[in-house]
């Protein structure tokens, strides 16, 4: 059974993880691009492509990819409560690069994939990041709202050309097979849940903190 799970990690901690995505559907295309398998904590080949999403130092040696789903309520309280933290001392600072990558969870989301396809719009008039973090902020902890009518009412928000992006969304058919892209790859990865995190091809599935990300990334920059 697919659900969202609070998850006891160790030490008093918590974690979320939401799953589980059957990788097609939803008009998708695409083949597979990304990486292979592997099990949490390593072995894990990442491909980057010039179509993926990046922020940060593109010359960082240490990159970090997030595979999530904007109705995902720990990928939404990662972004809101833990990114920011991650943003101000190593994307901004130029220390990584952060990749973030669509898993819509299909069958328990059912606003993901439109909020996903919405987001593609805005990246082509350059605001892909800008317009993520203004999704997640209308997440709540029992799903999200997304109509259709507040997706476009971001766009105008952002003060992008609303014409264009109307034109685009909803619903969004061009931008299915860029987000069935990124589930192939996923999926590839043998993926069952939001959000997974991978640092150097080291896997994290479930919520992280900002803490809990810090200590796997600074790891990474002194080379182990």
Do not use: W
């Amino acid at each position: 059974m697919s659900a969202c799970l609070l998850l006891l990690v160790g030490m008093g901690q918590t974690g979320g993880l939401c799953g589980i995505n059957t990788g097609g559907g939803n008009n998708g295309g695409g083949g597979n691009n990304g990486g292979g398998g592997g099990n949490n904590g390593g072995g894990n080949t990442i491909n980057l492509l010039a179509s993926d999403h990046i922020i940060g130092n593109p010359n960082a040696t240490v990159v970090v990819v997030e595979y999530s789903d904007f109705q995902c309520p720990f990928c939404g309280r990662f972004a809101r409560q833990e990114y920011p933290t991650i943003k101000q001392n190593y994307i901004d600072t130029g220390k990584i690069r952060f990749v973030f990558r669509h898993f819509p969870l299909r069958n328990i989301h059912n606003r993901a994939e439109a909020a996903a396809r919405a987001t593609e719009c805005a990246h082509d008039q350059g605001k892909f990041f800008e317009y993520h973090d203004l999704v997640f902020q209308t997440t709540d902890a029992n799903g999200a709202i997304l109509t259709d009518a507040q997706l476009q009412a971001h766009a105008a928000t952002l003060g992008l050309n609303t014409t264009t992006f109307n034109a685009c969304f909803p619903p969004g058919d061009s931008k299915a097979a860029r987000v069935q892209q990124d589930v192939n790859s996923g999926t590839a990865l043998s993926l069952t849940g939001t959000p997974t995190f991978f640092v150097n091809g080291q896997r994290l599935s479930g919520f992280q903190t900002a803490a809990e990300l810090s200590a796997v990334i600074d790891q990474k920059l002194a080379g182990n």
